[in-house]
């Protein structure tokens, strides 16, 4: 019952900003933690950013200051806004949402519902 569909990847130089989003359809659901994920061909997957219901965020050391999470939920949107991106950044990225979780506990892997991703390439 629970959608989820990121937009937004693209292409961008090392340095520059993008924008990802992902629209949540809840279904009967109330809000629960939501996340953004990476995964690069030879890597294993990054839980990049994370918020729970009163909006507290938390971020993977390796993108803390640069990238911020955030819902509008009158939108039922969630973005994460990428800044200073790297070339380590590349990878496809996509957003999850874990039911019954009010509040993030990444270390538990609670996600259970996962959108389809989407490319950030980033070059320099």
């Known amino acids: 019952q629970v959608q989820l569909m990121e937009s937004g990847g693209g292409s961008v130089q090392t340095g520059g900003s993008l924008r990802l989003s992902c629209r949540v359809s809840?279904?009967?659901?109330?809000?629960?933690?939501m996340g953004w994920f990476r995964q690069a061909p030879e890597k294993e997957r990054e839980g990049v950013a994370h918020i729970d219901v009163d909006d507290t965020p938390t971020y993977a050391d390796s993108v803390k200051s640069r990238f911020t999470i955030s819902y509008d939920a009158a939108d039922h949107t969630l973005y994460l806004e990428m800044t200073s991106l790297k070339p380590d950044d590349t990878a496809m990225y996509y957003c999850?949402?874990?039911?019954?979780?009010?509040?993030?506990?990444?270390?538990?892997?609670?996600?259970?519902?996962w959108g389809q991703g989407t490319q950030v390439t980033v070059s320099s």
């Open positions: 809840l279904g009967t659901y109330s809000r629960y933690c």
């Open positions: 999850a949402f874990a039911l019954g979780h009010r509040y993030c506990y990444p270390e538990l892997n609670p996600y259970n519902y």
